[in-house]
């Protein structure tokens, strides 16, 4: 699926994406038990700071359904499983109006879109998915979901008010899951 606001997006962002992708190595990290269960805790550590200021400002948002998008319970259900402890919450500097919040979310949905492509890849390699049902975003529906928010994000207006959410989602993401200086 393409749209103008998802193509700027996805052009202003290339670089941190491939960034954060390459830095934060989830199939090395995962065939470590003692650092799959920090990625765990990393990620619910991010997440539930993001979710929580997000709800604030996307939580009626219509049609988005923001509640049934989000990871913390996956995430803590998987802390669980792998007895991960979630360090206090990622300090993040955080949207402040609704375009932004969509740009910051729509890394968090691309990285659901992600997470099912790892999910299959952790068979594939022969790799336990034992406390990682948060690459399993929504499961089937995960497609429809991303089409839905598409749908949302092209509302947002202000294409460069969502490129600064969208760009400080990744930077903030990377700092935190992989010690990078933000």
Partial sequence: MTTPI???LRATTRDLHDGLEARLDVFTRVADP???RDMVGRFLAFY???EAA???LLGDEPDLEFDAR???PALERDAATLRAVASTDAPLALPTDRAEALGFLYVLEGSTLGGRVIDKQLRVRGLSPEGLSFFQGY???????W???CAVLERAGDKAAAARGARSAFVQMEAW???VPA
Wanted: with cysteine; hydrophobic share 40%.
């Fill in 139 to 145: 499961g089937e529906a995960t497609g429809a979901r």
């Fill in 177 to 179: 899951m992989c010690g």
């Fill in 54 to 56: 997000l709800a604030r």
């Fill in 34 to 36: 003692l650092r799959r």
């Fill in 70 to 72: 989000r990871k913390v």
């Fill in 6 to 8: 998802l193509d700027h």
């Fill in 48 to 50: 539930r700071p993001a």
């Fill in 147 to 149: 089409k839905a928010f």
